[in-house]
């Protein structure tokens, strides 16, 4: 079945590079996402699942990685429908050139193959190819604009990223050289390390996963990794944006889930591990939350809010009970369709104003009534207010967090304010900011970039209103499988 | 072979790799500080095939092989390349300290690694004396490295910087254990491209946006449509 994704991909990379046209080259990324979310859908529906891959058994699919799959595809989908008009209109006010479009679709779909085959990795140091190979594919998205700013993010992202990245690589050399020395043959594959973690000691597995949590806690965003990301996720064209918040990020999380299982399955469980993820998690909550006070740029903030919910996951990965880790799964897939919803909203705004300033953004409601109500809405969600999922998954993962300490549960509730108070009162700064006498030509959105905002948000609220019961027994499976319950 | 002199080779080797970090750390000239990462690239292979001969391990060998191709040739080739085109030759500036307090600064961090490693891997991993030396000055490569970035202004001194946190890793999975072929094979792929696309960057910086379009055409001119 991975062969069907990596066939798929390459399939789709041939024809980009046949055809010129950007008809040919926008039908060809939504028939590559659309075909990847198809074929996941089938999977979840026929296949008994989990699968390992003979005979390296270096591939693997559980129903945590089709979920993560199902993710990337629904973005990349929504993506795929909304840049034809955004790209059009880059190309119009020359931000892009029309002869740079393959530079941008090529990376694209790229992106998309080595993001699903990421998730279907069983061996870590596979996994973490595939994810270097995310951040290489993504830089070329943010550098693709005629902006030297981008390029500055664009370093700043690979180098933060590949750097921390290194130490994880230092922490699965120990860990293979670990399961040497006990088990007597090296191994990194998630599946015999859950197996056989209970042998490993669990002192140097520990040391282990402190490494190995550098790198991904960068490519999540994590403090004190997170330097990059308000760079790169706001200098990055708008759709490009929304992947890296909603699915890239998921990557990194989706790496600590994993090996945070191989450490709960170990002979003696190290609180200590439980609250270092903790005390991260709530550092980046804290830094991530002061920074989001008195910004300017749109996009920078939804980024830093970005982060804020990285930390909030990692609270709940910290946390590590069956009910955490469903709300968690639950807080990915939430998080992901909303951040996707904003970011895609201020692309919409920028391509009005030219730019993300909020002092540039005057007649907002006037000018963009569905991005504004978009971003009005996707704030609602994203502060955690109902009916979205978001308010379920937050309320909850603290009721949990209740039981390890009153104090931290303070603690975010006085950040999460914070984001929150940060978030709204710019957003009143926007839509407060009129000039009856500024003469703004009206950017008319097409109708391919409202389409893929109102599929996020219907699906945002339906998870939230009437989380539907396959979805609810999907995640119980994947907190059993992941928890061996 | 005999042992205990392939010991001696490699001891010697390292502490040649220890200087080409110290000139990495302290010179100013891009020209040679690829030179040096070029010469320490080297040593490694060399190191690998030491130890080949010493344990027969067929691994080693292919991993000195790659590291010669990837390491001593591509990269190289493709910085040098790159910086021909640079106008600013010479990386004059430092960040936070000067080259005497850096080497300083990483004789502490060699005593570091050193202390944190002789409390966890050596007893567990049971590796003797001698490896344990590798695997310590990995370690310290690849924070000594990690300092090259920190103090670095120029986008190729850091990326040579992150070249030589790489070679710190390499060293690493040399003495502690051997990671399965193809997964090395892969980690140089990625390496490649990075640095690729990091020098690709750097071009970029120093020059105007079309000329970095251009390029990044021209590396992969597939990704560019002709001009109307």
């Known amino acids: 079945m991975i062969i069907a994704y990596i066939g798929i991909g390459l399939c789709i990379l041939l024809l980009l590079f046949a055809f010129k046209s950007h008809k040919m080259m926008y039908f060809l990324s939504i028939m590559h996402s659309l075909s990847y979310l198809a074929l996941t859908v089938w999977i979840l529906n026929n296949l008994k699942l989990p699968i390992v891959y003979s005979p390296s058994s270096y591939f693997y699919m559980d129903y945590l990685s089709i979920f993560e799959v199902m993710i990337a595809s629904i973005i990349f989908l929504c993506a795929a429908i909304y840049s034809r008009g955004y790209l059009k209109s880059l190309i119009t006010i020359q931000e892009l050139k029309k002869e740079n479009l393959k530079l941008f679709y090529i990376p694209f779909n790229l992106l998309l193959t080595v993001t699903a085959v990421s998730f279907f990795i069983n061996n870590l140091a596979l996994f973490w190819i595939f994810a270097e190979l995310t951040t290489l594919f993504s830089v070329v998205l943010i550098v693709v604009l005629n902006a030297k700013k981008n390029i500055d993010a664009a370093l700043k992202y690979l180098f933060v990223s590949s750097t921390s990245m290194l130490f994880s690589f230092i922490g699965l050399i120990f860990l293979f050289a670990l399961t040497k020395s006990t088990l007597g043959k090296g191994t990194l594959n998630w599946t015999v390390l859950m197996e056989s973690a209970k042998l490993l000691p669990p002192v140097f597995l520990n040391a282990a996963f402190v490494f190995i949590f550098i790198g991904f806690a960068a490519k999540a965003g994590i403090f004190p990794f997170h330097t990059w990301l308000p760079h790169a996720h706001s200098r990055a064209p708008s759709v490009v944006s929304g992947i890296l918040s909603g699915v890239l990020l998921n990557i990194g999380i989706y790496g600590i889930i994993r090996m945070n299982a191989v450490l709960h399955q170990s002979a003696e469980l190290s609180f200590g591990m439980q609250y270092f993820l903790i005390f991260f998690g709530v550092v980046t909550i804290a830094v991530s939350s002061f920074c989001m006070l008195r910004r300017n740029n749109l996009k920078k903030l939804i980024a830093f809010s970005s982060i804020e919910h990285m930390g909030f996951l990692l609270v709940g990965i910290g946390i590590w009970s069956p009910v955490a880790l469903f709300l968690v799964l639950i807080h990915i897939i939430s998080h992901s369709l909303i951040k996707s919803l904003m970011f895609f909203s201020a692309g919409i705004l920028h391509r009005q104003y030219h730019s993300n300033n909020v002092n540039f953004i005057i007649n907002a409601f006037k000018l963009q009534p569905f991005a504004s109500a978009m971003l009005i809405i996707g704030t609602i969600a994203i502060i955690g207010l109902p009916p979205f999922a978001l308010f379920i998954s937050k309320l909850l993962i603290l009721q949990q967090l209740a039981d390890i300490s009153h104090w931290l549960l303070f603690a975010i509730l006085v950040f999460m304010l914070i984001a929150a108070y940060a978030i709204v009162s710019f957003l009143v700064k926007i839509f407060t900011g009129e000039k009856k006498d500024a003469k703004i030509n009206q950017y008319i959105t097409p109708f391919t970039m409202k389409l893929p905002l109102i599929a996020l948000i219907i699906m945002a609220l339906l998870i939230g209103l009437f989380m539907p019961d396959w979805l609810k027994d999907w995640l119980l499976t994947i907190v059993n499988e992941i928890m061996r319950i | ?228």
């Open chain 2, 1 to 228: 072979m005999n042992f205990l002199l392939m010991e001696h080779v490699i001891k010697l080797l390292l502490i040649f790799v220890i200087i080409s970090a110290a000139i990495i750390i302290t010179r100013r000239g891009l020209g040679s500080l690829v030179l040096a990462y070029q010469i320490q690239s080297l040593l490694l292979a060399f190191i690998a095939v030491v130890l080949f001969l010493t344990d027969g391990n067929i691994i080693l060998l292919g991993l000195a092989l790659v590291t010669l191709i990837s390491k001593v040739m591509i990269i190289p080739y493709f910085i040098r390349n790159i910086q021909r085109r640079i106008q600013n030759v010479r990386d004059t500036e430092f960040s936070y300290l000067t080259p005497i307090a850096a080497i300083f600064v990483s004789i502490a961090i060699m005593l570091l690694a050193y202390v944190s490693l002789s409390r966890i891997v050596a007893n567990q991993l049971a590796l003797s004396k001698f490896f344990f030396l590798g695997a310590m000055i990995g370690l310290s490569l690849t924070l000594i490295g990690n300092l090259i970035m920190f103090r670095r202004r120029m986008v190729i001194s850091k990326t040579i910087g992150y070249l030589t946190m790489e070679n710190g890793v390499l060293l690493i999975s040399m003495f502690v254990t051997e990671l399965p072929f193809i997964i090395e094979i892969l980690i140089m792929l990625d390496l490649v491209i990075l640095i690729v696309l990091a020098v690709l960057l750097a071009f970029g910086i120093d020059n105007t946006i079309e000329e970095f379009h251009k390029k990044l055409g021209q590396f992969a001119f597939w990704f560019k449509d002709e001009e109307p």
